[in-house]
Every structure is written in structure tokens, then in C-alpha cells.
């Protein structure tokens, strides 16, 4: 198992622990390098690093931007940013800034459907009420006995082309990656292999994250199959990407997803960390 994990929230974001049980729970998992990647902020960050401090791990400080490229939404990992740069604080607090409209038009959609009561629902289960997204409803919606679990509910209800499903503007894919590299990060492509788009549009999202200055592609995480980490191996070594790892957990059973219980990458992948 690798002793690096990338890629986590906690619930100043949409996981369920707080940064200090996350750092904790990482290192009884074994993980020796985390990187702490809550959605559109970093106002964990302090919390889990004296956590790191105290039970002798490496923390990373980290954030996961939500993009809005090519009708669709992609996530951009920052590694070793400055929380408090003030040009990543202030595009991560306009990126918030729409969460709430979202959530209300999800909502409606969903009391279309004859779910009644998902907004207060979601916020209830919302520790930061700025962060509110998909996550707090979907565990709204198991939690009510209207799927059997996390994944079932992005399936049936969450996902581009399903009734629950509301289209939002984001950042874009350069002013992302700005943000990261000017808070002296790293810019990583998360997860490539869940976006729903063919070869054609998947290689000139890669090209056009290149060219913005983004530097490294999550090869190995949570959601990809061993198949889909070889796949982006290749295209790590095609576009001159470093590779990285992580689970994306966000609570503890959820989705099958533990922190620090992912396969070593790739042996012709350039790991992330070897540009620290």
C-alpha cells in the first residue's frame, strides 16, 4: 500500500471528520504523507497540521478547485499551496459563493421527483454551510431510506443526465490552475477517469491543463480501476505529467474508499512528490 495519500476531505468541506480525526485516522491507516483537499477551501488546514505535528506525519496542504471545462465539471487538486495567498483566498471564496443557489435548484428538482425536505436536509448535515454540495444530499437521501447507499444515489440522481442533476459555472480551467501556481502549488488533474467524455475531448482537456501550467495527473486513486491507472500512466508519460495517488475519501465506509489504501503507482510514473 502506498504510504502517500493525496486527495481527502474533511468536513469543512463534504467529508464527516473533522481535520484532526482525518490527520489521525490517516496515520493509524499508515500514511505517512497527506494532503489534506477539501473543496474551494482551506480553512482545515491549520487544524490538521497540528494534528500532524502531534502524531508525527507529513501533512500537505492542499485544495480541490472546482472547474467548469467543456460542459463539464472537473476537479483540480493544488498541492503544497499557501492558504493564505491572497489570490487563491479570493478565487476560492468566489467559488463558494455559488454553492447556495445550487443547492436549492438540486432541491427542486428533487421535491419534482417527490423528495421533499433535501435542502434543510443537506444543510443539517453541512458542517460548513458555505461548502454545501452533492455529498450532503446524497446522504440525506440514504440516510431516508430513498437509496440503499452513496454511489447508488449519483447513480439514480446526481450525475450529468439525471433528474437530480443541476448544471453550475464554476471556475475556468486556467484561472484554477492560476490560483494554485500563484500560491506557489501544484496543479493536478483529479480522478480523469470518472468525466464522462470521449477520447478526443479527454486528450484537449490534458493539452489545455498543460498548457495552463497544471503538472501532474492523479494516476492512481479512488475511483480508478487498476486498467484506468495504467491508461493514466500513459498519459502522464505522454503529456510530461507527474503521477499522483489518492483516495478522495470522505467518511468512513462511504463508497468503499479508505485513506492510505491505495496500490503503489506505475513503475515508469514520475510521482509528485519527487518534485518537492
Known amino acids: ?23 489521525l485516522r490517516a496515520c493509524e491507516q499508515g500514511v505517512k504523507v497527506l494532503a489534506l483537499t477539501d473543496h474551494d477551501d482551506v480553512r482545515g488546514l491549520a ?57 436549492r435548484k438540486i432541491a427542486e428538482a428533487l421535491a419534482k421527483l417527490g423528495i421533499a425536505g433535501a435542502l434543510e436536509g443537506a444543510y443539517a448535515l453541512a458542517e460548513n454551510k458555505e461548502l454545501i454540495g452533492r455529498s450532503h444530499f ?14 447508488a444515489v449519483f447513480k439514480k440522481y446526481l450525475v450529468k443526465g439525471k433528474p437530480g442533476y443541476v ?48 503538472e ?12 484506468q491507472a495504467l491508461i493514466y500512466a500513459d498519459y502522464a508519460q505522454t503529456y510530461g505529467l507527474y503521477a499522483s495517488v489518492g483516495s478522495d475519501f470522505h467518511a468512513p465506509g462511504e463508497n468503499g474508499r479508505e485513506l492510505g489504501k491505495l496500490p503503489p503507482l ?5 510521482p509528485v512528490w519527487s518534485a518537492w
Not at 57 to 71: C, D, Q, R
Not at 266 to 270: F, I, M, V
Open 138 to 151: 446524497a446522504r440525506f437521501l440514504v440516510e431516508k431510506g430513498h437509496v440503499r447507499n452513496i454511489k
Open 266 to 270: 506505475p513503475e515508469h510514473c514520475r
Open 47 to 103: 487544524e490538521a497540521r497540528a494534528a500532524a505535528e502531534d502524531c508525527g506525519i507529513e501533512l500537505v496542504a492542499g485544495v480541490e478547485v472546482s472547474v467548469t471545462w467543456g460542459g463539464n465539471t472537473v476537479h483540480i487538486v493544488g498541492l503544497q499551496v499557501d492558504p493564505e495567498h491572497e489570490q487563491i483566498v479570493a478565487g476560492l471564496e468566489r467559488n463558494r459563493a455559488g454553492r447556495a443557489e445550487r443547492a
Open 216 to 227: 501532474a495527473v492523479e494516476v492512481v486513486c479512488g475511483s480508478h480501476t487498476q486498467d
Open 167 to 214: 448544471h453550475h459555472e464554476w471556475a475556468q480551467l486556467a484561472e484554477a490552475v492560476g490560483w494554485i501556481r500563484a500560491a506557489g502549488g501544484m496543479a493536478v488533474l483529479a480522478h480523469p477517469g470518472r468525466y464522462m467524455m470521449g477520447k478526443e475531448k479527454r486528450h484537449l482537456l490534458f493539452e489545455e491543463f498543460k498548457a495552463a501550467g497544471g
Open 1 to 23: 500500500m502506498s504510504p502517500y495519500d493525496l486527495h481527502c476531505h474533511s468536513r469543512v468541506s463534504d467529508g464527516t471528520l473533522s481535520p484532526r480525526e482525518l490527520v
